[in-house]
Each structure stands twice: as C-alpha cells, then as structure tokens.
C-alpha cells in the first residue's frame, strides 16, 4: 500500500490503477452527473471521498476501507500522518489493484481522505472547500503520473460530515456536489482530469433519500450544471435507516457546552446534544454569575465535604429538558470552551444525595451509586480556535518520563511525599508492563532524598523524545495577565522547580516530537478563575484565557492527544490510586475514556467522601490506546442489552432484524449472539406477527441456522397475513430442503461405514417432497426467475440424497429436472431482461456438465451459453457487483477445468481468484453456498472411473479450502 499527500509523487502513484471509464455523453454537456446508491461500499471499484474528523477514531466507512486496502489508513493515523484539518488531504493508492483484469479485486482503486476538522465546528463554506481540495489532489495525481489531461474520471463518495454534528444527509450531499463541481471548473481551466459522474453512497434509505432530493433542489436551483438521477440505486446491503435516532460515527455521546451572548446581552450556555437516542440543540440561560462562581469554588475546594453541591450545580446549569439524555448515558464526552471549561462538571450529580442515602441505609449490602461523572465515563473535549498543524507525534518505542516531586529551594513550598510516592508507584507499574528500558525516573531514590532540579529536569525533557509524561509536584499558575500560549511572556508559571524556574506548555513545546499523554498532577494547573466562567474569547481582553492559565488547552494546542491535569488540591491516597489504576488499564490495553472511569472509580472508592476523584479534568480522544489494534483505533463492543435497549416496536425490532441479516454477509466470525438475544428477548412478544417472523427467518439463514430458520418461516407462512411475502414461502421451501439434506449427511457421517437406514433417507425424500409441493403451488400463482432457480436448488438436494441411497437413476432423474428448471428459468429471465439471469444459466450449465461426466474424454459446455455469460457478468460486475457474480466468475473457470479434465492444473488460478473475493466478504454464509455447489459437482466428478488421482487431489484441496471458509467439520 502506499500513501500520499495532496501533492503525488510519481514513485508513490506509479502504480496507479486504470480508472473506471466514464459514460459517454453529448459533446457539449458539462453537467456534472450525480447517482445516489443506498447501499454498502464494499464493492466500490471507482477511487472513494471519505471525510476524517479530527482526533476521531476509524470508524464506520474508514474502518471498512481500512480493511479494504490493507490497513493504510490505521497505519497512516498511528504515524501521526493522517489529514485531521481542514483544508488538509491524503491519497491512498490501492497498490493491490494492479491487474487489468476488471474482476481483479480488491477494490476500491484509491481512497481521499480529507480532514474536517473539529466535530460540531465543521461549517458548509469548509466541508465545500475540503472536498474541492480533496478531488485536486486525486486529479493531480492522474494528470502527473499518466498524463491523462483530456480524460475525466468517475468518483465515489459518502455524505461527509453527516456523521457528526451540524450536517444533515441532504446538506452533505449538496456541499460534496458543490465542492466537485467547484474543483472541476478549475481543473478544466488547469487542464487536469475531470470528475464526469459522482457516485454519493449511504447505508441507509432515509439519508439516501434526503440527500437525493437535496440534490434536486440543487439542481432546480443552478439549472444546467448538474444531472441528477431519477431515483435513488438500490446497491448492495443496504438498509432501510438507522435503528438508533442519531446517526453518530463514534461510539460514545457528545454533549456541546458552549457560551453564547445573546441579542439582550446575556450570556447563554448553548447545548448541543448528539447520541445514539436523539440529536438535538438547546439553548438555557446560565444563572448568575456571581452565585456560579461561589458555587464553583466550593465544589472545587479540596476540603469540600458538602454531599448536596453537584446536585445543586446539575440543577443549575443543566436544562430541564437535557436531564434524560444526560442522566441516562453510558460513555460521554462533553465539549466545552473557554467559558464552559472552569465548571467542574466530574462535580455534578444527576441524583439528590438524600436518596442515594436513603438507597444505602434500606440496602447495606448494596453497592454506593457512582456519581454521574463515573457512570457516563464523562471525558472533556476542548474546543479550540485556531488549532495550528498537527506536528509529529512521538514514536511507539519512545519512552515514557516520570517526574516526582522536584527539588525546589523555596521555603513556601512544603515537601510533597505523596507525589514521590506517586511517581515511584507509577515508574513501577510501567517497568512491570514493558521493562525498566521504557521509562526514565526524575526523582529521588528514596523520600528522604533531594529531587532533581531544575537544570536536570528541563535537560532531561529536551535531550530525547516521549512517548507520554507523568509529572507529580507543586504547580503555580501566571501571573494576573501573563498569555498562556503568548511564548513572549515574562513569568510563564506551571511545575515549580528550583531557582524561581517553571516547567509548563512552552517547554514542553520545544520537543521536536509531541507526546502522545501528559498527566500533569499539580494542585492549580487546571484551574480557572471564577471570574472567567460564562465569558466566551469574544469579551475577554486576549485571545486565549486572561486568567489563570489551563494546561489541558495549551497541551492540546501543541498536538497532545491526552492530557489529565489536577484542577485542585489533591488527597494522597486516592490521588496515587487514581494514577495507579489510570497506568494500569492504559498498559493492559484499555481505552482512555475506560481506563480514566477504571481510575476515578477506584479513586471514588477510596476517597471516603472526598472530591479527589473529580478533581482530574481529563481531556482527549476516547478511543486512544497505547497500542492501537492492527485493524484500526479500537472501538467499543456493544453488548446486546446496550445496543438494542431502543427497540419498543416490532418495527423497530424488524429493522434491527433487518441490519443483522445485511451484515451477516460481510462478518467473519457470524456470530449469533445478537440475534440470539433479540430472539429470546423479543421473539416471543410479536411471533405472531408475520412480518416479524419473517425477519427472523431471514437473519437465522443468514447466520446459517437453518432449524431456526425453518421454524421461524414456519411460523411467517403459518400466520400469513399482508405482510408476509411469497419469499416467505420459498426461503422456507429451500431451506426445508436443504436442511433434509445436511440432517442426512450429518447421519453418514457418524453411522458405521457411512451406511444410513432406509427410514432416514425415506425421511429427506418426505421433506424435500414437501418443499416441491410448496413450490408448485407459488409456480401455480406465478412464474418467475427466482422460483423456478429455487426448484433448481431443491432437486439438486434430491439429487444428493439419491447419492447417498446408491440410486444412480434416481440422482440422474433428478439432475434431470433440475436441469429443466434451471432452463426455464434462464428462458424466462432472457424474455424479462433480468439482471440475475446469470445465476439459472450458470446452474444449467453445471448440470449439463454434470450429465456429460460420465462420457469418455472431456465433456464440452455449451460454447455460446459460456460466451454469454461472461458478457453478462462483465457489465454487472462494472455496473453493480456483489459476492454472487464475483464468485460466478470463478465458478465458471472451474466447470471449464472439470469439463477439460484439467482441474489440477488451473487450481492455482481458482483459489488466488477464490482468495481475493474471501479477502472481501469472508462471511462464512456466503462460502457455505460456494461448498454445497463445488461438492455437489465434484462428488460426481471424483467418482466417475476416468478421473485420474491428480484430479482427485486437487478436489479434495480444494474442498478443503472451502470448509475453512465455511467454518465447517464435514466430512
């Protein structure tokens, strides 16, 4: 895989892949061509848009392209090099995608990420202009490297930015659209390849529809300048819509704390509210100042002992109608600014202490209710203006600093033994996670001992690298009008060390390489000024906070990801457990946002009533861990409960039902324990609902559990009614069958000599009977490709059981009529023009082979039906490719290879081809099809006398392949 900036190299983009060509269209039309595709973009082959918020994890589209070509895009973002700004852009080079061969895969052929910024600052003008950057930087790439000035490329892209807050589904197709057209009217004046049809993709219904009529209105607006589908493309896997009412690409709540001086003068904290249960603005006036302030200091206090001031400052400045949302999440992270910041919001409390004793004193034995800090696992997020470029981060083999309690030859400052023994305890755990190499002690050897000074400290932090710091000490803020960030001020205070010398951001701003975590425990380096609280950057006399200066901010305006900074006076105990426990779910692979609830937790614990546990303002990405995951930033596993808590309707359920069953065909592990909680949980409330029933057969033959599958379409066919389709009765007709034949082989094999009694094989004969039957009454309403392709599909299942009963005729006859079905299926699909005639025409095919096997010599195929089905399949793997006409493609080459006797020797071929489509969906549902099929067909061809070993062998490996795949045991 490789990688660029927006401006291409030629050794990087000499690789570059074909593009797909675009549609011809009149001479003189200029109009950029816009489709909008519910779907899913595994099978995207043009060169795809995506957008990255800053500090955002890989989630959603980039994760599933992450895979796609190779990791680029988590290798990119671990080596600090991923586009995070706006105006900021990145070109990954699908290097996989060398072939000429269009069914060549993996695909997409390129990716543009493009930076946008912070999340809820994204405005339209930026998500317009990063778009337009984004597409020069691919069209320079062409124009460069291959020097294909009068060609114009086809582009993909998602609704970008409509993940986050502020941008609705129409508003990002609208800005995207704008911001192509835009680049192309200067590339054509540049003469650089041009976008001539932009493919928007979204997963979901409703959002593909509001961004398709957002773009006819667009449209209707600038007439002449686009060309805009007549409806939206149903593409592969796609849903209905989001089963959660917020639309979010991270896992965890945003909560949006914002000052904002109104028409009248007052100063107003402006919530933005975006979570899995609603996406929502409300505006509260703050109370007065003067009452917060005083509020404020008294929480903040590290004597405070007054269990009733979290619950009185929630009441205060959180709006009634917030409340809910905030009092029931789970994992939060709230933004704030300037204003908002010096709130100690870890303080507040969603429940009245009164009844917290009261639930205590009536239950002993149970557990004390966390505060509300603790149960949402709240993380602060800083919102700063002008964030300059990101710099480099430290490397992963960087070490990690420890400072304790320097020396300081002040008499104002007393001895400060629990910070050595803070640091002492951390050094420890680190050398116990990695070894003693990793880490670099500055602190006395003993308690009793002198800390290193100054000079050693600020020699020892500018002489290499870290990965992250851990300072422990006495903290001094600026003096009153001291700049935080102003690098000309005077007396720039922070860790006080000695000879009247400080330690704060501007050190640690000349490293060349910034830290990835700064915890700085220091009694006031985070504090505020009461005096600052409700005051946006607007009245204040300086850009950044007049008042006492905030590390957090000016840490994270150097590029650190996370910093936890003390934002008061601190208890020994619980202060070393918090760092302690903080270390230690870091180092054992945690998740910031749960290692800081692990350490506030067990410091709440400890604290016996103390506010040290919330005096830790801890800011940065949630998803950050010290070692990332190869796959990616890791991301939270939802459990069933947490995931599916919003489901009140069968509606709701069938649209859960619904997205299991689209996904099941792009997960390897297919696991069933969603569905097999939302079975137990829901299954029995609405099993009489037809709909609902048919959604669960749907989702269990997904998840290849055929007997729930059955009894679940059972209960669909059983309880009819307008929503229940035909389909019903065909899923339960196929599998029924299938089922009779899998129940019988697992019989041979585990009877003795593989022999199986007469009552079992009279049984799957009765079964699959019942399914023909089901299937001549839909056949008796209607003909239709599908129907008669699945009456196929059920005599091959008889053909198999009449294998294994030893009736050569039998299994012939029914060859014979599945032959039949599968040409009256392929003649009706030609007479209707459907797009899945290639499906029946195949199946004819391997029939016909399977007929002519026992022939002496090679048996030929039908030339012109071969002919016509690579024709077929070359325009819908263009135009619309998914796992089935993929895998066509190499199913074909195989009935090729039996049909020639030559299968060892193009087994080579078939399984890299076979490879790279596992590479793309290795759902084993998908190959448990392609391994009924292949041992349908070699189960006759390795039995046939002519056969030779080397034939049999390569069947047996490729069989073998496939029951990896498909995660089977059969023999």
């Excluded at 309880?719 to 034949?741: I, P, V």
């Amino acid at each position: 895989m490789q990688n660029v900036d927006s401006v291409a190299s030629p050794d990087a983009l000499a690789n570059l892949p074909p593009q797909p060509a675009c549609e011809p269209a009149a001479a003189d039309d200029t109009r950029l061509k816009i489709s909008v595709i519910n779907g899913n973009i595994q099978f995207i082959h043009e060169p795809l848009l995506l957008g990255h918020y800053r500090d955002a994890s890989l989630t959603g589209a980039e994760a599933i392209v992450d895979g796609l070509i190779g990791g680029a895009l988590s290798t990119s973002i671990r080596l600090g090099r991923y586009p995070q700004h706006l105006g900021s852009q990145q070109v990954f080079v699908n290097a996989g995608f060398r072939s000429p061969d269009p069914f060549q895969l993996p695909r997409p052929a390129g990716v543009i990420v493009v930076g946008l910024g912070s999340e809820g600052q994204l405005r339209a003008g930026d998500l317009e202009t990063t778009v337009r950057l984004g597409v020069i930087a691919w069209s320079q790439s062409l124009a460069e490297i291959r020097e294909r000035s009068g060609e114009s490329f086809v582009l993909a892209a998602t609704l970008i930015g409509s993940g986050g807050t502020g941008i609705a589904a129409g508003q990002a197709a609208r800005l995207v659209a704008e911001g192509v057209r835009d680049a192309n009217l200067r590339l054509a004046r540049a003469k650089w390849p041009c976008v001539c049809h932009l493919r928007l993709v979204e997963l979901y219904m409703d959002r593909s529809t509001d961004a398709w009529r957002s773009l006819k209105l667009l449209d209707a607006a600038n007439p002449g300048c686009y060309l805009i589908g007549d409806a939206v493309i149903d593409g592969l896997g796609g849903l209905t819509r989001p089963l959660d009412s917020s639309y979010r690409g991270t896992d965890y709540d945003l909560i949006s704390a914002v000052t904002q001086i109104d028409s009248d003068g007052e100063t107003n904290i402006v919530y933005t509210l975006d979570t899995r249960r609603a996406r929502t603005e409300v505006r509260a006036t703050a109370a007065q100042g003067r009452l917060l302030a005083q509020l404020v200091k008294s929480a903040s206090s590290a004597d405070n002992a007054d269990p009733t001031i979290g619950q009185v400052l929630y009441q205060l400045i959180v709006p009634r109608e917030m409340r809910p949302f905030l009092a029931g999440g789970t994992e939060m992270q709230i933004e704030v600014d300037r204003g908002t910041a010096g709130i100690p919001w870890e303080m507040l409390d969603t429940a009245p202490a009164c009844a917290s004793a009261f639930v205590q004193q009536a239950t002993p034995a149970v557990e004390p209710t966390p505060p509300w800090a603790i149960r949402a696992k709240l993380l602060r997020k800083l919102r700063v203006d002008n964030v300059p470029p990101r710099v480099d981060d430290a490397s992963r083999d960087a070490q990690i600093l420890v400072i304790g309690e320097p020396f300081i030859d002040d008499p104002r400052y007393p001895a400060l033994p629990g910070a050595w023994a803070e640091a002492r305890a951390v050094a420890d755990i680190v050398e116990a996670a990695r070894d003693a190499t990793c880490v670099r002690e500055l602190f006395a050897r003993t308690a009793d001992d002198r800390g290193p000074d100054a000079r050693t400290v600020i020699s020892t932090l500018l002489e290499r690298d870290w990965r992250m710091l851990h300072i422990a000490g006495h903290g001094e803020p600026p003096a009153d009008g001291d700049h935080p960030v102003d690098a000309g001020a005077d007396r720039r205070r922070g860790v006080v060390l000695s000879d009247g010398i400080f330690l704060g951001p501007r050190e640690i701003g000349m490293l060349q390489r910034t830290p990835e975590l700064v915890f700085v425990n220091c009694c006031y380096l985070a504090a505020r000024s009461g005096d600052q609280l409700l005051k946006p950057a607007a009245v204040t006399t300086y850009d950044r906070p007049r008042y006492a200066a905030n590390v957090a901010e000016a840490l994270i305006s150097l590029g650190v990801k996370c910093v936890i900074a003390a934002g008061w006076a601190v208890e020994d105990d619980p202060a070393k457990l918090f760092a302690t426990t903080f270390y230690q779910q870091i180092f054992a692979g945690q998740r910031f946002l749960d290692a800081v609830y692990e350490a506030r937790r067990a410091a709440w614990m400890n604290g016996q009533g103390g506010n040290t546990w919330a005096a830790y303002q801890c800011y940065g990405d949630a998803n950050w861990t010290l070692e990332p995951a190869s796959d990616g930033i890791g991301v939270r596993t939802w459990s069933p409960r947490e995931r599916y808590a919003g489901i009140a309707s069968s509606g709701s359920l069938v649209l859960a039902l619904e997205e299991l069953t689209a996904n099941a065909s792009f997960d390897a592990s297919a696991s069933s324990n969603p569905l097999a909680w939302l079975d137990d949980a829901f299954g029995e409330r609405w099993s009489g609902q037809g709909e609902v029933a048919e959604a669960f057969g749907k989702a269990w033959a997904a998840r290849r559990d055929d007997a729930k599958a059955v009894e679940w379409f059972r209960k669909a066919v059983g309880q009819g009614g307008r929503c229940t389709t035909f389909g019903a009765t065909e899923q339960l007709a196929s599998l029924q069958a299938k089922r009779a034949w899998t129940d019988l082989q697992a019989k041979v094999a585990n009877a003795a000599q593989g022999a199986v009694s007469p009552d079992d094989i009279a049984a799957a004969r009765a079964q699959i009977d019942d399914s023909l039957r089901l299937l001549r009454l839909l056949l008796g309403v209607q003909q239709s490709v599908d129907r008669l392709a699945i009456c196929g599909g059920v005599h091959k299942r008889m053909a198999l059981v009449e294998r294994v009963a030893g009736n050569g005729a039998g299994e012939s006859d029914a060859i014979g009529n599945m032959l039949d079905m599968y040409r009256q299926a392929e003649e009706l699909g030609k007479t209707q023009g459907a797009t899945d005639e290639f499906y029946p025409l195949i199946n004819r095919l391997a029939a016909e082979l399977m007929v002519r096997m026992s022939e002496a010599g090679p048996a030929s195929l039908d030339a012109g039906a071969v002919e016509r089905l690579r024709q077929l399949l070359d325009r819908l793997q263009h135009d619309d490719p998914n796992f089935w006409n993929v895998a066509a493609m190499t199913e074909l080459t195989f009935y090729e290879s039996l049909a020639q006797r030559n299968l060892g020797a193009r087994l080579a071929v078939i399984r890299h081809a076979l490879e790279l489509l596992h590479t793309r969906m290795p759902a084993p549902s998908n190959w448990s099809s392609v391994l009924d099929q292949c041992e349908f067909v070699l189960g006759r061809y390795v039995s046939q006398p002519s056969t030779s070993d080397d034939e049999k062998a390569a069947a047996v490996q490729l069989l073998t392949l496939l029951r990896g795949w498909s995660a089977c045991t059969r023999s």
